[in-house]
Nanobody
Framework: QVQLVESGGGLVQAGDSLRLSCAAS????????MAWFRQAPGKGREFVGG????????FYADSVKGRFTISADSAQNTVYLQMNNLKPEDAAVYYC????????????????????WGQGTQVTVSS
C-alpha cells in the first residue's frame, strides 16, 4: 500500500512554469511505475506522462511533449512534474498515480493499470 499526495498547483499566467510534487508514504515509489494524469471540467482523466525508475525512462502525451518533464528523487520518495510554457488548455486537476504491476506499452497511458492515486492538485492557467 502506498499513499500519494500531490502539491504545487496554483494560478499562473500563460507561458509560466510550475512544478508539481507527488510525495509518497508507505512504500518506496521505486517499486512502481509512476504517471501523471489530468482532468479538466467536463472531461475524462487524460494521461500526461509516465516514469520508469529503472533507467529513469519517461514518456509523454503529445500535447505536453517538450514542455513537461517528469523526474524523481528516491531519497525524498517523490516524483515531480515540471511544467513549462503553460497554456490555458493545460488547466486541470493533476493527479499522480502508481502502478505496482508494471504496465507495458500503450496500456500505461490508460487509467486502469494504476492502483494508487493522489487527491489531485489544481492548476489554473490564465491567458
Amino acid at each position: 500500500q502506498v499513499q500519494l499526495v500531490e502539491s504545487g498547483g496554483g494560478l499562473v499566467q500563460a507561458g509560466d512554469s510550475l512544478r508539481l510534487s507527488c510525495a509518497a508514504s508507505g512504500r518506496p515509489l521505486s517499486n512502481y511505475i509512476m504517471a501523471w494524469f489530468r482532468q479538466a471540467p467536463g472531461k475524462g482523466r487524460e494521461f500526461v506522462g509516465g516514469f520508469w525508475w529503472s533507467g529513469g525512462f519517461s514518456f509523454y502525451a503529445d500535447s505536453v511533449k517538450g514542455r513537461f518533464t517528469i523526474s524523481a528523487d528516491s531519497a525524498q520518495n517523490t516524483v515531480y512534474l515540471q511544467m513549462n510554457n503553460l497554456k490555458p488548455e493545460d488547466a486541470a486537476v493533476y493527479y499522480c498515480a502508481a502502478d505496482k504491476d508494471y504496465c507495458t506499452g500503450a496500456g500505461c497511458r490508460l487509467t486502469t493499470p494504476y492502483d494508487y492515486w493522489g487527491q489531485g492538485t489544481q492548476v489554473t492557467v490564465s491567458s
